[in-house]
C-alpha cells in the first residue's frame, strides 16, 4: 500500500500563487509516476499534471505555462507550483501515484484525499 498526504491548498486572489506538495509513504518499491488530479464543483475530475519517473512531464492545456510539477524521488515527493492562478482554477486538488509496492511487486494506483484551492477574483 502507498499513503498520499497532500499539502499547501488554500485561498489565494487571482495572479497569487500557490505550490502543492504530496508525499507518498508505504511499502514502496518504485514510483512509475506522481502527478495532480483536481475536480471542481459540478465537474468531472480533471488530470492537470503528470510526473513520470525519468522526469518527463504532461500538462492539462488549461495549465500550460502556469502550472509547473516537479519531484524529490530521495524524498518520494511531489510538487505543484502554480502561478498566475485563476478563478477557473477553484478545485479540490488530489494527488495520485503509480506505485510498485513490495512483497508482491504488483503496480497500482492510489490517491490521496485532496486540498482545497480556491482562487478569488
Known amino acids: 500500500q502507498v499513503q498520499l498526504v497532500e499539502s499547501g491548498g488554500g485561498l489565494v486572489q487571482a495572479g497569487g500563487s500557490l505550490r502543492l506538495s504530496c508525499a507518498a509513504s508505504?511499502?514502496?518499491?518504485?514510483?512509475?509516476?506522481m502527478g495532480w488530479h483536481r475536480q471542481a464543483p459540478g465537474k468531472q475530475r480533471e488530470l492537470v499534471a503528470t510526473?513520470?519517473?525519468?522526469?518527463?512531464?504532461n500538462y492539462t492545456d488549461s495549465v500550460k505555462g502556469r502550472f509547473t510539477i516537479s519531484g524529490d524521488n530521495a524524498k518520494n515527493t511531489v510538487y505543484l507550483q502554480m502561478n498566475s492562478l485563476k478563478p477557473e482554477d477553484t478545485a479540490v486538488y488530489y494527488c495520485?501515484?503509480?506505485?510498485?509496492?513490495?512483497?508482491?511487486?504488483?503496480?497500482?494506483?492510489?490517491w490521496g484525499r485532496g486540498t482545497q484551492v480556491t482562487v478569488s477574483s
Open positions: 495520485h501515484a503509480n506505485g510498485v509496492t513490495y512483497p508482491d511487486y504488483v503496480a497500482r494506483y492510489y
Open positions: 508505504g511499502r514502496i518499491f518504485r514510483l512509475n509516476a
Open positions: 510526473l513520470i519517473s525519468g522526469g518527463s512531464t
